[in-house]
């Protein structure tokens, strides 16, 4: 029962590109989250959102964007793909949390390679 | 920027033995998770610590919340070689639905049959 899902496991692309990654969730969850996995930098957040239209800021959002249109899907946007911007993309829910952490759902990630 | 450290940063070890990894922060965490990856998957929440002190087992696996708030250690008992993947910690500093995960290095663990 998959529940976090990135519509794209692989792809690759040249520099300049625009690149749109695709993330949908079935289980209603207000929180939505991108982050990037770099080898021995862990997973960094780029971005989050808590409700339909709206964005915050992670720790590395540089050369991305991000729309949430409906409460399933969160999109993750690469204006003009670099090369360093390589890396493995993963996509998490959770729900509106009053108390305690945001338990995250991930989806299986997406590797981007760019030429 | 980064503000967890993990280690050791990978493990390569005999079915059978018991492994430890620990995460280190110069902050206070309110919570720490230990997430496992397996390869090609995301990672999935293995045991959620919310006290200092906290002890929690989930069958071979047993994690601790600092009593200084700044730490937190996996262990693995009686490894096999399905707990093969990455484990990372997270840690997260305010409340509510306000505070954000930040999340460690990574331990790799390899298990050899």
């Known amino acids: 029962d998959v529940k976090v899902t990135q519509s794209s496991r692989y792809l690759v692309k040249r520099t300049g590109e625009k690149v749109f990654l695709e993330c949908v969730q079935d289980m209603d969850h207000e929180n939505m989250f991108w982050y990037r996995q770099d080898p021995g930098l862990g997973l960094r957040l780029i971005y989050f959102?808590?409700?339909?239209?709206?964005?915050e800021k992670g720790d590395i959002p540089e050369g991305y964007s991000v729309s949430r249109e409906k409460k399933e899907r969160f999109s993750l946007i690469l204006e003009s793909a670099s090369t360093n911007q390589t890396s493995m993309y993963l996509c998490?829910?959770?729900?509106?949390?009053?108390?305690?952490?945001?338990?995250?759902?991930f989806g299986a990630g997406s590797r981007l390679t760019v030429l | 920027g980064q503000q967890l450290n993990q280690s050791p940063q990978s493990m390569f070890i005999q079915e059978g033995e018991d492994v430890s990894m620990n995460c280190t922060s110069s902050?206070?965490?309110?919570?720490w998770l230990w997430y496992k990856q397996e390869p090609g998957e995301g990672p999935v929440l293995l045991i959620a610590l919310y006290k200092a002190g906290e002890l929690t087992s989930n069958g071979r696996l047993t994690a601790q919340f600092g009593i200084t708030r700044k730490d937190s250690f996996l262990n693995i008992s009686a490894s096999i070689p399905s707990d093969v993947g990455i484990y990372f910690c997270?840690?997260?500093?305010?409340?509510?639905?306000?505070?954000?995960?930040?999340f460690g290095q990574g331990t790799t663990l390899q298990v050899k049959p």
């Open positions: 959102s808590y409700d339909v239209k709206m964005k």
């Open positions: 902050s206070i965490f309110n919570t």
């Open positions: 998490a829910s959770s729900r509106l949390a009053s108390s305690g952490a945001n338990v995250l759902t």
């Open positions: 997270a840690g997260k500093r305010g409340s509510g639905n306000t505070g954000k995960l930040i």
